[in-house]
């Protein structure tokens, strides 16, 4: 598997440095932009530090973060995937979620020693925790196979606050994803045959037939979390 993985990647690889040549002016406006968004960030929070007097050089984040290219991209199929140019050699492994700066892409499911695939978030296996950014009640972001562009937000109470245009963000209940990543807007919903609970469409923030760069995210604390909680189970 390691081998096919490594033949089909360096395919994909040769093939994506022949299209990115031809789009560096457009691939260079967006990496312009979200440096500039980054930077509002910091300074953002360096106001907020500096007011509580802190020394920011020793705020630790429990999340190291990788960044990576997009060789190969499917979106047309039940179970899409994608490929990206880094792998084991680059410290990276199996389960780190996937994002760009504008939201997520999905979580990584297979991995070699230069090359790592990515199972999507348009992928009918796929199952994030998402929420609603302002009422904060929780949900599965799932996929229905119908828009590359639009995911679906099941098992939100039937009593929960939802308006058109709401913003979806990651839900933290899990050791893959931090809390408030983007994920996109509330384009329309409705009740569900038993009346118990809200079918969201979600129009996605990520343009997923056309990406590029991303981000991956290695939650340090993961595999400890992981084991206490199997302690739990096993006693139980």
Same mark, same amino acid.
């Given at each position: 598997m390691n081998s096919s993985n490594y033949v089909t990647g360096s395919i994909y690889d040769l093939n994506s440095s022949v299209t990115s040549y031809f789009s560096l002016k457009k691939q260079n406006a967006i990496l312009i932009e979200e440096n500039n968004r980054i930077r509002?960030?910091?300074?953002?929070?360096?106001?907020?530090?500096?007011?509580?007097?802190?020394?920011?050089?020793?705020?630790?984040?429990?999340y190291n973060y990788y960044h990576a290219k997009v060789i190969n991209n499917s979106y047309s199929k039940t179970k899409n995937k994608l490929t990206i140019n880094k792998g084991t050699n680059d410290s990276l492994k199996i389960?780190?979620?996937?994002?760009?700066?504008?939201?997520? =892409?999905? %979580?990584? @499911?297979? #991995?070699?020693?230069?090359?790592?695939?990515?199972?999507?978030?348009?992928?009918?296996?796929?199952?994030?925790?998402a929420k609603l950014k302002k009422s904060k009640h929780f949900g599965s972001l799932i996929w229905n196979t119908v828009d590359p562009n639009i995911v679906q937000l099941i098992d939100?109470?039937?009593?929960?606050? =939802?308006? %058109?245009? @709401?913003? #979806?963000?990651?839900?933290?209940?899990?050791?893959?994803?931090?809390?408030?990543i983007l994920i996109g807007t509330v384009k329309n919903f409705k009740m569900t045959?038993?009346?118990?609970?809200k079918y969201l469409n979600i129009l996605l923030f990520n343009d997923m037939t056309?990406?590029?760069?991303?981000?991956?995210?290695?939650?340090?604390?993961?595999?400890? #979390?992981?084991?206490?909680?199997?302690?739990?189970?096993?006693?139980?």
């Open positions: 509002k960030k910091l300074e953002s929070y360096k106001n907020k530090f500096s007011y509580y007097d802190l020394d920011i050089a020793s705020i630790n984040s429990k389960d780190l979620g996937v994002v760009t700066s504008k939201g997520i =892409v999905g %979580i990584v @499911d297979n #991995i070699s020693e230069k090359y790592a695939t990515i199972q999507s978030i348009l992928n009918t296996n796929s199952q994030i925790n939100i109470p039937r009593l929960a606050p =939802v308006k %058109i245009g @709401d913003t #979806i963000v990651t839900g933290g209940k899990s050791t893959i994803f931090p809390e408030g045959e038993d009346k118990n609970s056309n990406l590029e760069h991303v981000y991956l995210i290695n939650n340090i604390d993961a595999n400890e #979390i992981i084991n206490l909680e199997k302690e739990i189970k096993d006693v139980e």
